[in-house]
């Protein structure tokens, strides 16, 4: 009933986990993976422990295979489980049981392996495993490519419900670098692509924003913010904000266009303003130079 690819970038070491299924909230008791360990898929009769137990495994130094070897053992369900999983080294690990409801199985290659059960079609985890190893790109946006191609093969036989994109750093320092989720969606892969695409917009206004606070030059500061603005849509301006700022209202008809949509723009923008002048002292500190961003 679901289907998932779990892998490790050679470039970057991050290692990350997609999924798609056709059960409410897939992404919330499937898919795991920890920073400087691995990552996976528990899925079929799902059980939550898989997630906790294998990374904890992992991280004794056990390989792929003896990890999930030792976190079955004794598991009377085994038959009805299906458990995918690549280390921090690329190396993989998979087990689909006997009693998963077919079309079920399940392939590994170089640092992905790929699973699927109550899936349309037999081989949908060897397109799964092609298409990420043949598409080029960051970690996240092969994931995905691999999950689109199984789902238009036809994916899980009831049809679509939910997915998931997990990805986390190389070291345990980085920690986890996307996490996003849609738990009931009539087309839940083209809402993860959505979502990846304003993820994309968020990460690169906040750095925008930390090199206006380090005082940055101005000009490729906005140039970003605009590709935030880009992704974001006309429904969500706020990189329009931090681009007056970053300008220090020097585009005063931009900031008067986002106070008539709302005026909350305008009395952020005035505690903002209030708080550099407060806050200097010997020199003069621009808006530009002072803005912080919230969540």
């Known amino acids: 009933m679901t289907f998932s690819v779990a892998a490790r970038c050679a470039r970057t070491g991050q290692m990350g986990v997609a999924v798609a299924s056709h059960s409410l909230a897939v992404g919330a008791v499937v898919p795991w993976a920890r920073a400087g360990v691995g990552a996976g898929a528990a899925q079929a009769l799902t059980d939550p422990r898989y997630g906790r137990r294998l990374p904890e495994l992992l991280a004794t130094g056990l390989t792929p295979p003896m990890a999930l070897k030792l976190a079955m053992t004794g598991d009377g369900s085994a038959a009805l489980r299906q458990i995918g999983l690549v280390d921090v080294h690329g190396r993989t690990a998979g087990h689909t049981g006997g009693g998963c409801v077919a079309h079920a199985g399940w392939r590994a290659g170089a640092g992905v392996v790929a699973q699927g059960n109550m899936l349309a079609a037999d081989g949908l985890w060897d397109l799964m495993a092609d298409r990420f190893t043949g598409t080029p790109g960051d970690l996240a946006d092969r994931l995905l490519t691999a ?149």
Not at 158 to 164: D, F, L, W
Not at 240 to 251: I, K, N, Y
């Open 147 to 295: 999950l689109r191609a199984a789902d238009k093969a036809g994916g899980d036989v009831r049809g679509r419900q939910a997915a998931s994109l997990l990805v986390v750093d190389a070291t345990p320092a980085g920690g986890v670098l996307l996490d996003l989720r849609v738990d009931d969606h009539p087309d839940p892969l083209a809402e993860l692509e959505r979502l990846r695409g304003l993820w994309r917009g968020d990460r690169l206004m906040r750095s925008s924003i930390d090199a206006m606070l380090a005082g940055g030059d101005p000009e490729p500061i906005v140039a970003d913010l605009d590709l935030a603005q880009q992704a974001f849509g006309a429904g969500n301006r706020e990189p329009s904000f931090w681009r007056c700022l970053a300008l220090a209202a020097a585009d005063e008809s931009l900031l008067d266009e986002l106070v008539r949509e709302n005026p909350g723009w305008g009395e952020l923008y005035r505690s903002i303003t209030s708080t550099v002048e407060r806050t200097s002292c010997s020199k003069s500190v621009s808006p530009a130079t002072s803005a912080g961003s919230g969540t």
